[in-house]
């Protein structure tokens, strides 16, 4: 099971964190996919917890940083600078696969949190 939290509504120029509580899973790879209305859902960034391997999508690099708390199973994403394209529904999922180029693709969800980047 995955439990996201942390969304909500926020001024560009700004920040949230999001947060996802894991359990039942052995693998340590986690994720923020997000998807806007309209279009498809994309990776916006992985880390597998285990050797620290990161992957971020060129529209969020310099501005969101992905961490994980093996110890409480929880991954975050730090999102700063955030801009209106930011916007759309998040959701953390546990990926097969991450590598530095591509995060790949989960098998389960979360149930999504709503980012809204707005003045």
């Known amino acids: 099971q995955l439990v996201e939290s942390g969304g909500g509504l926020v001024q560009p120029g700004g920040s949230l964190r999001l947060s996802c509580a894991a359990s039942?899973?052995?693998?340590?790879?986690r994720g923020w996919f997000r998807q806007a209305p309209g279009k498809e859902r994309e990776g916006v960034s992985c880390?597998?917890?285990?050797?620290?391997?990161?992957y971020y999508a060129d529209s969020v690099k310099g501005r969101f940083t992905i961490s994980v708390d093996n110890a409480n199973n929880t991954v975050y994403l730090q999102m700063n600078n955030l801009k209106p394209e930011d916007s759309g529904v998040y959701y953390c999922a546990a990926p097969v696969s991450v590598v530095p180029t591509l995060c790949g693709p989960a098998d389960y969800w979360g149930q999504g949190t709503q980012v809204t980047v707005s003045s």
């Open positions: 880390i597998n917890g285990g050797d620290g391997t990161t």
């Open positions: 039942g899973f052995t693998s340590y790879n």
